[in-house]
């Protein structure tokens, strides 16, 4: 694997990018007041919703929700992923992307993430070895069918049954116990022992886009529960975001045009094994939106595959519905069920792989599944029957962007309902438009939120003011939510004064929180144009956030006073608030 793309340079190259300049040579702009507009790219509309702003050097889009720095713009135009994106703006510049060797210059990155990586690697080379050593591992995996050479593309290993197999190979010095245990790799108990979650189970290695093992999936070659067992969250794996397998159909097939969705390991491998190397699975639970737009942004046609029992009906309803708001024109979701009792690798097996490809073929499109699904348990010769249908149709089709495909969907509701499709639609609340409600009193814990939004989305659009404004160190561990992420942004900023916003965000692209923040990075506050105005408004929210978690600490001293009493450092604590 070529070495990793220094961080500096990735910082630099954001910077220096115009985003306007990127996006108007790919989809034109015009000047509106301080922004600009256009049509969105990625949904179908009449009305341009879609604004750049050089300011915040940020996009967003009303109607979709799709927003982002240049580089993100560059990822979803282009269908690109992290690396190809940065080469692909690094070449706009005639910029040659320089690629680290040996040792990371990066301390910040070196201690976050670069240890984990390396002890997972480690461990799946563990695994590894070990299933070529267990006749009973092997005699598992050749039952179900699997040669060595797809154990060897998807890294399949065996954990063998021991408590403490991983430690006793990789050391029991502090570095690795930590790293064993922030990964997951290793549970650690109240009384301090430790011990290896995998054991006596088939190995799945997860990785992410860039071929990095992230986490692993288990599976017991006999009875036992649970059936399958996945590392828990950490700092470089999140389930809801990863598919398993898609590093590999990509390494497989080199211009993939669609991606079958299963839902375990072994339908994936089973499915490789048989020549369909383009199945990935969603770790075990319902796909999620994360994982949909990942999945879209290497394919436009997805093929949802699942068991044909009310469990498998569940959860292709599940991810039609989280799919909805990702379906512009040119995208696609398909569904196909298999026969009760059977799976992508019970079937494959039977069938083989021609016969399954059939299969896929006469996969029924969302729309079809869309309506018959509503549809159950309804007399549409009614009209009442027709009433409820549309009822439970249109909130669905509100999710879609503006786009054909959604006039269509609306056309085949007509169909069904006698009722024109204009009036249907023009009856069904624009998620765009805002609704004038009656005000309610906000609680405390809306309050707190807001203010926190409000300062983090400050720090976000004028990281200059880190160097200006302090953020108390007692935020780092407040039980306010929001205020350790406020604090850890400020520290950050002010390691790094001259990063601009976009810079910074995109450090954030692989971290659980780029979400929120890029939604902070458009958050609209309360506008100043001079730095001494905007400096003020971000002292006094600071200020407001650190009565408010003084406020916080007091009430919890005071209760834990009556319920249990304080020890000394907690009781000066509590006495300090007296002279506040």
Known sequence: MAGRIPQNFIDDLVSRADIVEVINARVPLKKKGKEYSACCPFHNEKTPSFTVSDSKQFYHCFGCGAHGTALGFIMEYENLDFVDAVEALASEYNLDV?????HFNNAESKDTKQPLYDILEKSSELFKQQLKSSDKA???LQQRGLSGDVAKAYQIGYAPDGWNFLTDKLGKDKATVDALIDTGLLVSKDDGKQYDRFRDRIIFPITNRRGHIIGFGGRVLDQGEPKYLNSPENVVFHK?????GLYEARKAVRN??????????MDVVALAQHGVNYAIASLGTATTSEQLQRAFRTVRTLIFCYDGDNAGKKAAWRALENALPLLRDGFEAKFLFLPDGEDPDSMIR?????NFEQRLATAKPLSEFL???LSEDLNLNSSEGKSALTEKAKPLLSKLPESVFKDLLYQNLSSITSIPADKLQSSTPDDTTPVKVAAKPRSNREVKQNATRDAIALLLQHPKLSCEVQVPDVFKDSAIQGLPLLHEIHALICNHPDISPSAFLERWRDNKNFSALQKMMQRDIVCHDDADSLKNLLTDTINNLTSKHNDQRYAMLEKKLQETGLDDAE??????YFTM
């Open 256 to 265: 993939l045009e669609q991606l079958i969705i299963v839902e375990g390991y």
């Open 240 to 244: 809801g975001q990863e598919l398993y």
């Open 350 to 354: 039977a069938e083989g792989k021609d």
């Open 138 to 140: 092997i005699k598992y």
């Open 371 to 373: 309506f018959e699904r």
């Open 98 to 102: 320089p690629r680290e060797t040996g």
């Open 571 to 576: 009781m000066e604590e509590y006495k300090s």
